[in-house]
């Protein structure tokens, strides 16, 4: 599975993004999808998930900022940042799993490249 994210970007606090994450190479619609996000000298973290089902989980402190939805259609998924403040900056990565979407890094079997998201002050 090929994952290739965009969307990422300067946005002052307050603002909105919506980061996509298109997949490739294998049915997507069975693939747990994730977002995680890496902030510089901080590990990597869980941000959001979605199953193929549609059943979402998020960290708790984007709960009610961040919207994370799927197009089967179109092999991607979106993550919907609202609200955005400076400590939300980071690298944000999609992820793809083929049993589950536990906010564990290492439940994640595929990684696409990464794209930066900076919210200044």
């Known amino acids: 599975v090929q994952l290739q994210a965009s969307g990422g970007g300067l946005v002052q606090a307050g603002g909105s993004l919506r980061l996509s994450c298109v997949a490739s190479g294998r049915t997507f619609s069975s693939l747990g999808m994730g977002w995680f996000r890496q902030a510089p000298g901080k590990e990597r973290e869980f941000v959001a998930a979605?199953?193929?089902?549609?059943?979402?989980a998020y960290k708790d402190s984007v709960q009610g900022r961040a919207t994370i939805s799927r197009d089967n259609a179109k092999d991607t998924v979106y993550l919907q940042m609202n609200s955005l403040k400076p400590e939300d900056t980071a690298v944000y990565y999609c992820a793809a799993s083929r049993t589950s979407i536990l906010p564990f890094a290492d439940q994640y079997d595929y990684w696409g490249q990464g794209t930066l998201v900076t919210v200044s002050s």
């Open positions: 979605i199953g193929g089902t549609g059943n979402t």
